[in-house]
């Protein structure tokens, strides 16, 4: 999976891709020729997908051996009071994974990192989740009152021989959690998804390439 407009880090490949505007839900906006996503509804002129997943996927899987990595920028603004909602996900899944659900963090092929209300923290949490199960969860905002916003930025580096897909804090160079034992034997799509215009406003956008200036592929354990 290396094409000419990939950026390589060593043996890293930070793949050219965007998102695939063909795919998106009508629930999202896609913006910025294929880079950002947001949750304020309207669909792409000439889409609607009629999959279940309220997001949209990615031009190219991760299909070969080898190691990818890409970022995604995060930013979002609470404006009603939010109860047991999910505002975003980013990951990999099947193909076949967005036609079942909303969203793909329930799937047994699929691997995402997600803000959700935390009824542990009481607040908005940075997630990892896989077939229904949070793996790690950390406090993005103090409270998720009315007014509060957030600014982040994950990175995904995905390892195909490992069986790993390692979730970065890429704000901080560190890693927030190592998905194990994931499964490509079939290609796994990037995916992204905007949930809940009704409380936030929620932007995804996508650093691929060139775009990655700085690998945080090195992140500290």
Known sequence: MCHHNDRVYGDCVCPNFAMDGSTIH???LLMNCGKTLTNCGGSTAGHKRSGKYHGIIGTRPFATPGKFYFEVDIKFTIYRRLQDKLLFEIGVARREETERNHTVSGSKYGWVVCA?????????????LHNRKVKRHKPLIPKSDPGNSC????????DTRAHQMVVIDA??????????????????????????????SVKLTTRTARDVLVPSIYFKE
């Open 151 to 158: 600014l982040a930025k994950v990175g995904i580096f995905i």
């Open 116 to 128: 959700s209300t935390c009824s542990f923290c009481k607040t908005i949490c940075l997630q990892t």
């Open 171 to 200: 704000k901080q160079k560190s890693l927030f959690y190592r998905f194990k034992n994931v499964d490509y034997s079939q290609p796994l799509w990037p995916v992204f998804g905007t949930y809940n215009s009704g409380c936030a």
């Open 26 to 28: 009508e629930t999202n």
